[in-house]
């Protein structure tokens, strides 16, 4: 499972100039992780999904737009496996000042924007802004002679599209510097909870680490990550549960009690709940697969 800091590193491109990278993918989850300083964009091109993004499940059909802002949790849930789709990411900061240094128009294009968590073919934006995501795509595919730097610009074209939406409150302002700073707070119980190599993470300290009351830092957390607290621990134990069937021979009972379950009746039914199915059923499946 990759580490949540990923995507964190710029330049993201092997040739360290642009700071954007586009990824194409096919029929994957993934775990909640978040991109400091990155905003993203996930065009579904076939398929459908299912994601968790700043706590609320959205299901992502053929043609749908996603737009995860800078450091927001967000997480792949299911994916057909006939699924595939486009995801861009840049850094709004960093593209600007490459070319608007002084400029007054640069805090135009890095303010917090006003831009819903997914847009469908028939959303009164949808055209402006996914006619500049087809341009993005087409470069991507084709890679002719420049494409970096038709891309680049692209962005900047996309980032003005975006900024148009309705202005953003001050109300809403308020309510989203809130939201950041507890998902700081949250970030640092996520990394504990990855790091924990007792497995053996609990509400209580996890409150501590965020500083809140453990019935305030509940509450935060499911509005925040869209799972409890016992939920994403479970899952982080099912996802590395899933690892060790994949690249090791060890039996399933030893493999419960790395992931710290003592009971390999429980941990069948656990990963069932998270996976679709039994770990022997997902050994098998894996091993006939490759």
Request: proline content about 3%.
């Amino acid at each position: 499972m990759e580490r949540l800091e990923s995507f964190q590193e710029f330049p993201i491109t092997s040739q360290h100039i642009f700071s954007y990278k586009m990824l194409y993918q096919t029929g994957q989850t993934f775990p909640s992780h978040y991109h400091n300083d990155v905003f993203e964009i996930i065009y579904m091109k076939r398929g459908s999904l299912d994601f968790l993004i700043g706590g609320q499940t959205v299901t992502a059909c053929e043609g749908d737009l996603l737009f995860i802002r800078e450091g927001e949790i967000h997480e792949g849930i299911s994916f057909d496996r006939n699924s595939s789709y486009y995801t861009i990411l840049f850094n709004r900061g960093r593209l600007v000042k490459s070319d608007l240094t002084n400029s007054e128009l640069a805090p135009l294009l890095t303010y917090d924007i006003n831009i819903p968590s997914m847009l469908s073919p028939g959303d009164p934006q949808y055209n402006t802004v996914a006619e500049i995501v087809f341009k993005i795509v087409g470069e991507f595919d084709f890679r002719n002679s420049g494409y970096e730097l038709a891309i680049k610009s692209y962005l900047f074209l996309l980032m003005i599209a975006m900024t148009r939406f309705s202005p953003i409150s001050q109300k809403r302002l308020k309510t989203r510097e809130m939201e950041r700073k507890n998902l700081e707070k949250l970030k640092e119980v996520i990394a504990y909870i990855e790091d924990d190599s007792t497995d053996h993470a609990t509400v209580k300290r996890a409150a501590e680490i965020a500083n809140m009351s453990a019935y305030h830092f509940c509450r935060v957390f499911k509005a925040t990550v869209g799972r409890t607290f016992i939920e994403y621990v479970q899952l982080h134990k099912m996802n590395k549960a899933e690892e060790l069937i994949r690249t090791t021979d060890w039996t399933m009972t030893k493999i419960a009690q790395a992931v710290g379950i003592d009971n390999p009746n429980y941990f069948s039914r656990l990963f069932r709940k998270y996976k679709n199915d039994t770990p022997v059923q997902y050994r098998k499946k894996y091993v006939s697969e490759n």
